[in-house]
């Protein structure tokens, strides 16, 4: 069965410091996609980044870095020199193969609640 | 703005009462999905269109939950004889084949 699992529910960091969140998932494809995304307190959802399995290189985007690990089924998301307004609740998801081979609907994980203090 | 609306944003029922919410998708996106998310919850998948055709759906749509996707663009999702269990965010996303991009939700109250 898929999974995700997001084992912190609550990180409370000071401003500027650096945040790991942590995300175990788990599937029995060997082509899945992995996504993370931002819930502000406004509520929308926001699209952060997606991976697909053959892919494993880390990516950087800003402040944001994404370490994917096959080896251990993880795919946690860096936040460097954190910000006041990255405070949100974060959603790792994953997705399998649909109909052609594109992604599927998203399984979500319970999300983990980031809190950046100035 | 083209990102995904949904109407209406809130939606306050009494138990028993039929309710029914519209999404309006990114226009070139063909692919439209329904998600219900209740408090400290990931969101849930419902069901998945693919224009018009609904391909998927959810063992958590039960027989009151109905949707539809008439002419491939906008969808609506119906829920009868609501009850309390009912009371949640439901979350529209539209996508292309390899990324879904969400609204800003209905947050339903079943009184």
């Known amino acids: 069965a898929q999974k995700v699992t997001q084992a912190q529910t609550e990180i409370s960091v000071v401003e500027k410091e650096d945040v790991t969140l942590d995300c175990v998932y788990e599937t029995r494809d060997t082509t899945y996609y992995l996504f993370w995304y931002k819930q502000p307190p406004s509520g929308e959802l926001v699209f952060l980044i997606r991976?697909?399995?053959?892919?494993?290189q880390n990516e950087i985007s800003g402040r944001y870095s994404w370490n994917f690990q096959k080896s251990t089924s993880s795919f946690n998301f860096t936040i460097t020199a954190s910000q006041v307004v990255d405070s949100a609740v974060y959603f790792c998801a994953l997705s399998e193969p649909n109909y052609g081979g594109s992604q599927g609907n998203l399984i979500f994980g319970k999300g983990t609640k980031l809190s950046v203090k100035p | 703005d083209t990102g995904v609306s949904q109407d209406p944003r809130h939606k306050i029922t009494k138990r028993g009462q039929n309710v029914t919410f519209r999404c309006d998708p990114i226009s070139e996106h063909n692919r439209l999905y329904w998600y219900r998310q209740t408090l400290g919850q990931g969101p849930e998948f419902l069901t998945y269109?693919?224009?018009?055709?609904?391909?998927?759906k959810s063992r958590l749509l039960s027989d009151r939950f109905s949707a539809e996707r008439p002419k491939g663009s906008f969808s609506t999702l119906e829920i009868q004889r609501t009850e309390q269990g009912d009371s949640a965010m439901y979350l529209c996303?539209?996508?292309?084949?390899?990324?879904?991009?969400f609204g800003p939700g209905t947050r339903l109250t079943v009184t």
């Open positions: 269109f693919q224009n018009e055709a609904q391909l998927e």
């Open positions: 996303a539209s996508g292309s084949s390899y990324e879904q991009y």
């Open positions: 991976r697909n399995s053959f892919d494993e």
